[in-house]
């Protein structure tokens, strides 16, 4: 069974910048495409960014690109969330998953205030 930790989140003004880290329990890590996916009060779950399991491939929802970056370290199994020029909008709970779904963390919760 794979067991995902969030951390990383917080408070932080807009423009500012928080990294996300995502730990796994075990290698079974290292054999899955992962995501990050947040929900914002009030509304629905929604894919924000995918990389693949070498992490040669990444995919980024348009509101994020340029902003945030996916990367990750299958020796450590951790998957990372560099997140930059934060906004309001990017306020939720940050989940990290295996992009299939079957596997999702408990979150970590990031404010966006000034």
């Known amino acids: 069974d794979l067991q995902l930790v969030e951390s990383g989140g917080g408070l932080v003004q807009p423009g500012g910048s928080l990294r996300l880290t995502c730990e796994a329990s075990?290698?079974?890590?290292?054999?899955?495409?992962m995501s990050w996916v947040r929900q914002a009060p009030g509304k629905g779950v929604e894919r924000i960014s995918t990389?693949?399991?070498?992490?040669?491939?990444?995919w980024y929802l348009d509101s994020v690109k340029g902003r945030f970056t996916i990367s990750r370290d299958n020796p450590k199994n951790t998957l990372y969330l560099q997140m930059s020029s934060l906004r309001t909008d990017d306020s939720g709970v940050y989940y990290c998953?295996?992009?299939?779904?079957?596997?999702r963390g408990q979150g970590t919760q990031v404010t966006v205030s000034s």
């Open positions: 998953g295996t992009a299939g779904g079957t596997y």
């Open positions: 075990t290698f079974i890590f290292r054999d899955k495409a």
């Open positions: 990389i693949s399991r070498g992490g040669d491939n990444t």
